[in-house]
């Protein structure tokens, strides 16, 4: 069953790091890399408050936030040699944070990320254990389940060098990604014309 494949993800063995050592492993390992980067992000709420413009949207300010989006330069984070491809799962309607989020993978996918959103709907197969992990792969034997807490903020990582797990993985992610839209027409249609979110259903 193709939801085996997560579900191997969530019992094999792996590394734990905590954020510090994860982030300096990963983007250690992000700047070498040739070739493609999957990023595969589940959950519809994260915890950001190191992120000025995400401070912003929960504090009710939703054009401040917007134009922090606007000011900033995403091309900068781009590795130089990989292409990141990050398959973006949404549920509707959109929590207050994949409102915010939308608007800034859009803003990403402008300055040269690829991203690429797609309904819940086509996934729920995949999901018979619990919602797809939040995953990053690099190469065939190198992979990361990105962690968060209960609130969905950052706690590190676990990385898994196990190929079987892996390619699997990559295979199903890729052909995900194949039937799913690009973040600026999805954005243009149907988050655009939203009004500001709500700020009392953000989870506290």
Not at 7 to 35: I, K, M, N, W
Not at 169 to 177: G, Q, S, V, W
């Amino acid at each position: 069953m193709p939801g085996d494949a997560f579900e191997h993800v969530r019992h094999t063995a792996g590394v734990t790091l905590p954020v510090r050592d994860y982030q300096t492993e990963f983007y250690g390992h992000l700047r070498s890399h040739e070739g493609v980067v999957w990023k595969l992000e589940r959950a519809q709420h994260f915890h950001e408050p190191d992120v000025p413009s995400w401070t912003a949207m929960v504090n009710g300010d939703w054009d401040r936030a917007v134009a922090l989006i606007r000011e900033s330069r995403f091309a900068g984070d781009l590795p130089p040699r990989a292409e990141l491809r990050r398959l973006r799962v949404v549920e509707t309607p959109l929590t207050p944070y994949m409102q915010w989020e939308i608007v800034l993978l859009a803003a990403r996918t402008r300055a040269g990320e690829r991203v690429r959103v797609l309904p819940a709907e086509y996934v729920r197969h995949l999901e018979c254990g619990g919602p797809l992990p939040e995953m990053l792969i690099l190469r065939g034997d190198l992979m990361y389940e990105v962690l968060y807490d209960e609130i969905g903020a950052h706690t590190g990582g676990r990385r898994i060098t196990d190929p079987t797990v892996i390619e699997p993985c990559a295979r199903i992610i890729a052909d995900l990604y194949g039937r799913a839209e690009d973040v600026i027409a999805y954005h243009d249609r149907e988050v655009a014309p939203l009004p500001p979110p709500e700020v009392s259903r953000i989870p506290s």
